[in-house]
């Protein structure tokens, strides 16, 4: 069967161009050749319409069912999936992508829905099979699973007839019956080179064959262990043999990726902690605590552009997000080192600028102040910056008298006692937070001390006493 030409307007000119010969009574081969049209397009009307339902990461799964289904087909069988990058299909340029899918799910007469062990928690494929049933309880459903058993298939979509998109006989009945539907004679002693190049592409593919949760649990017990031990500098090596086992390198629980990425940032591990937290925004894209992980992560690196574009998305998806203590934080570090690297006065200013706002915005963001006191310092602005001081430490005694005190609270009191002179009780109070528990680890330690020599440089201290600090935060 010759392949049908899907291009509905096209065909519609051609009609009407001749119709438009027809009514100067031409040749009677133009009236064979309107109605060889009108066959065509009543043809094209009647085409059994597929919509494939996938998630992004498994598009290769629901392209290789397109092929396969216009090879089966010759092309009567339309096909349609939003990860379809011909010019044809997939997503209507400057079209709202919500409309192009609920336009395509009401025409189609079956959804093939690509089940996984990761897809199958995703609640995007729900949505389109609910929309497809929802608007029509006669359209068929039909569950494709993959890299798990059918037993393993639960869910709102298990009450459908589900096959394995593995098995090639199972692959060949649901071929068999979809032509049965288009109302076409299946000719399967022709499927055999296109159903081999379906199987290639399946393993391919190699979707993750055991990440599911009872998986994903045992390796986040296996990284918790190695953290409870101490063995830190074992992590990297298992989390390459974790992802090995999971047959994947994309995104599998959002718990452990948010958890390593945590562990490498506090082991200086930057690479890697950018790895996990970005597979973690994959599954989370939206969340504000893993957008403040990239974005110091960036700074730690030195990648102040890629940190400043980072922001400015938070910024515009979230416009409170700068009266957010850890937001502002960033915002005023990236300002500052920005300073530090190029002299210009304006990013200092700007660093002020964030921290007081957020300090204005809730006075026990202490962190915010004290920052925004060193600052002030460093601008020569000492008079402000020691009336802050004052300030903000009658807020940091308060909240020491609450039940549980972090040791960046002591730090704090630490600094703060030091840009109003008072050497003896700067120390104290770091001593103090380096016997709380959760002590400091190493980097934390650094940044303290980092803090303490900006302090002795910009409020022109007496240097005798920086040794004392060294001493005790090294």
Known sequence: MKQINTNTRSLQMEIFIIYYYLSFDFANCYQVVFQNLLKVYEVMLQMLKVFISHSHDEKDLALAWQTLLDHVSQGAIEVWLSSDTKPSGGMKIGAEWRDSIYEKLSAADYVI???????????????????????????????????MPLSDFEGPLSSY????????????????RLLVEAKLTPKKQYWEPILDTYIGSVRLHRPPRNAGPTAVSIWMRRVESHLNSGRISEL??????MYSSLGTDSAVDVQIHELLSQVFLETKNYGMAFNEV???????????????????????QGEHGQA?????????????????????GLEGRLHRELFETTGRKEELETAISAYEVAYQKDSYSYYCGVNAVTLKLLAGR??????LA??????????????????????TVGELF???GKYENALESYGIGLQRNPSPRERQKESALKGVRRIFTSAELDTKYLSSFEGILK
């Open 418 to 420: 030091l840009v109003l």
């Open 382 to 387: 000492l008079e402000e910056a020691r009336d």
């Open 390 to 411: 004052a300030n903000v430490l009658k807020v940091c005694h308060d909240l020491l008298t609450h039940d549980k005190v972090s040791f960046w609270l002591d730090f």
């Open 236 to 241: 990297p090596s298992l989390v390459d043999s």
């Open 308 to 328: 400043k574009e980072n922001l400015d998305f938070i910024y515009r998806d979230f416009p409170d997000a700068r009266f957010l203590p850890e937001i502002a």
């Open 278 to 300: 970005m597979k973690a925004l994959e599954i989370l894209p939206d969340d504000l605590g893993l957008l403040h992980r990239k974005v110091l992560i960036l700074l730690e």
């Open 161 to 176: 007839q589900a096959y394995s998109g593995e098995e090639k006989d199972r692959i060949i009945e649901i071929c068999e």
């Open 113 to 147: 829905a690509i089940i996984s062990p990761r897809s199958i928690e995703r609640p995007w494929i729900l949505w389109e099979c609910g929309v497809a049933s929802g608007t029509n309880k006669e359209r068929g459903l039909i569950p494709v699973v993959y890299s």
